[in-house]
């Protein structure tokens, strides 16, 4: 059982590490050029959404108790409904990609 809890430990803390720094990188390499491209928005929010939940994963495995709280609970309900929102997102993207004579500037 041990190994098991180390390795989700392992999963989860890396996960989360390298979407942060995944953040990080994109925002500075871009020197923040990403806010001005809809497609870069899309992704830092992609990248955000992840980084959101693997924090509060980690967070409530660091500290039991907040996982049994209430505002925990709702707030990390909200955040996994992101994933859905940026997908739907993203649909909305391939639809402006393969429909360029109905949509002028793809992403937005």
């Not at 980084?51 to 990390?76: C, E, N, R, S, V």
């Amino acid at each position: 059982m041990k190994a098991i809890t180390f390795t989700s430990e392992v999963v989860v803390y890396g996960t989360m590490t390298v979407c942060w720094l995944f953040i990080l990188m994109y925002h500075f390499l871009t020197a923040g050029e990403w806010r001005y491209d809809p497609l870069g928005r899309h992704l830092m929010s992609l990248a955000f959404v992840d980084a959101a939940i693997f924090t509060m994963i980690g967070a409530a495995h660091l500290w039991p108790w907040l996982g049994h709280q209430t505002w925990f609970q709702w707030f990390y309900l909200a955040v996994v409904a992101g994933i859905g929102i940026v997908t739907a997102w993203r649909m909305g993207i391939l639809w402006r990609a393969y429909h360029p004579k109905e949509h002028d500037d793809v992403g937005n």
